[in-house]
Structure formats: structure tokens, C-alpha cells
T-cell receptor
Framework: DAGVTQSPTHLIKTRGQQVTLRCSPK?????VSWYQQALGQGPQFIFQ???????QRGNFPDRFSGHQFPNYSSELNVNALLLGDSALYLC??????????FGPGTRLTVT | KQEVTQIPAALSVPEGENLVLNCSFT??????LQWFRQDPGKGLTSLLL?????REQTSGRLNASLDKSSGRSTLYIAASQPGDSATYLC???????????FGKGITLSVRP
């Protein structure tokens, strides 16, 4: 079992550009959540997908959007990038009632 | 609004010491609490999950306890090793489907 995988590992973008990050959940998991972790901070919840629908959303602007595919994999899209969007983006997968498993993250740098 | 606090932000101990990492949360109506380890620039590794009905969980040299009424959890690490050096984060979940709310973590350094 490969666990939760994320791509790419690192990404450098320019302000105003758009970015897409990808996540494949652990086998058997149907729920995918995305978190943003700024340097020295704990992860902050962006949103959660279940059955291809956004089930919950944190306090992030509409520039952050996502998608879940029938195979449970997910994408996080960020439009009109700001310098403050530079962070480690973490994907977590799980099933209801059980622990969350995190991927290795994607390091996004906005210049 | 749930808030999770971990104090101190950093801790340095000599190898072999037993240590306790603290986590406090403001809303005692939690579903579960999870402890994670994070190495620099890496993702999160789940260490222990404590359901709200449980008092503690153990895995190897790690033991986590939960006191919901006081809004506290502790992670006990026995006989610390340099390889334990990392950031330790606790996170609470308020419901079966809800998000994880994290503390800022405690950065542990174990000196050889």
C-alpha cells in the first residue's frame, strides 16, 4: 500500500498565476481533506471532499477550489496566487470514525 | 470555536530522558484526538489516536493520555533518542466527519 501520495513535491509560481495540486488517497479511503501549513504553524483546514462533493470548508477564499474524482483522488486549485499562499499543502485521507493519514505534502513557493 | 494550544514551542533534552508533551483544547466536546510527528519539510506521521471514550493509548515507547473534562492530553515519550527529534503536533476532531484542528506543535530536540 503506497499510502497517501501527492504531486508535485515542489512548485514555484509567480503572483497571479494558477496552480493545481494532486492527491491520491490511501487504498480504501473515500474522504480527502486539504490543509495549508505556513512555516512554524499548525496545518489549517481548507476543505474536505466525500463522494465527489465538498462536504466541509474552512475559512479560505473562493480562490481555493477543489475536485474529487470517482476513484477518490483529488485536486486542489488555487487561482490568482498571492505571496501569502506560499506554504506546505497537505492532503489527508481517511474514512469516517477513523484516523487521518497524511501525504508528504507539496511545497508551494509564490514569487 | 475550538482552539488547541501546545506549550512550550520548543524543547531540548538529553538522550535517555523521559519526557511529556502537553496539549490543551478549549472545547471538551471532542470526537477524538490524534498525535502526529512531523520531520522538517515533510508530511505528518500519525502516532496515536485516542477516541473520546478512551483515556489512553500506547505504542512502543509512546503513551498518550486524554482528559476531556479538563481539555488536556499528554504525549509521554520514554527513554528519548536523537531519532525522536521532530515537531510533535496534536489535533482534535469534533465529530466523525469534521476537520482536524491543530496546535502549532512542539519542536523537540534530543541531544546525544
Amino acid at each position: 500500500d503506497a499510502g497517501v501520495t501527492q504531486s508535485p513535491t515542489h512548485l514555484i509560481k509567480t503572483r497571479g498565476q494558477q496552480v493545481t495540486l494532486r492527491c491520491s488517497p490511501k487504498s480504501g479511503h473515500d474522504t480527502v481533506s486539504w490543509y495549508q501549513q505556513a512555516l512554524g504553524q499548525g496545518p489549517q483546514f481548507i476543505f474536505q471532499y466525500y463522494e465527489e462533493e465538498e462536504r466541509q470548508r474552512g475559512n479560505f477564499p473562493d480562490r481555493f477550489s477543489g475536485h474529487q474524482f470517482p476513484n477518490y483522488s483529488s485536486e486542489l486549485n488555487v487561482n490568482a496566487l498571492l505571496l501569502g499562499d506560499s506554504a506546505l499543502y497537505l492532503c489527508a485521507s481517511g474514512t469516517d470514525h477513523y484516523e487521518q493519514y497524511f501525504g508528504p505534502g507539496t511545497r508551494l513557493t509564490v514569487t | 470555536k475550538q482552539e488547541v494550544t501546545q506549550i512550550p514551542a520548543a524543547l531540548s533534552v538529553p538522550e535517555g530522558e523521559n519526557l511529556v508533551l502537553n496539549c490543551s483544547f478549549t472545547d471538551s466536546a471532542i470526537y477524538n484526538l490524534q498525535w502526529f510527528r512531523q520531520d522538517p519539510g515533510k508530511g505528518l506521521t500519525s502516532l496515536l489516536l485516542i477516541q473520546s471514550s478512551q483515556r489512553e493509548q500506547t505504542s512502543g515507547r509512546l503513551n498518550a493520555s486524554l482528559d476531556k473534562s479538563s481539555g488536556r492530553s499528554t504525549l509521554y515519550i520514554a527513554a528519548s533518542q536523537p531519532g525522536d527529534s521532530a515537531t510533535y503536533l496534536c489535533a482534535v476532531q469534533s465529530g466523525a466527519n469534521s476537520k482536524l484542528t491543530f496546535g502549532k506543535g512542539i519542536t523537540l530536540s534530543v541531544r546525544p
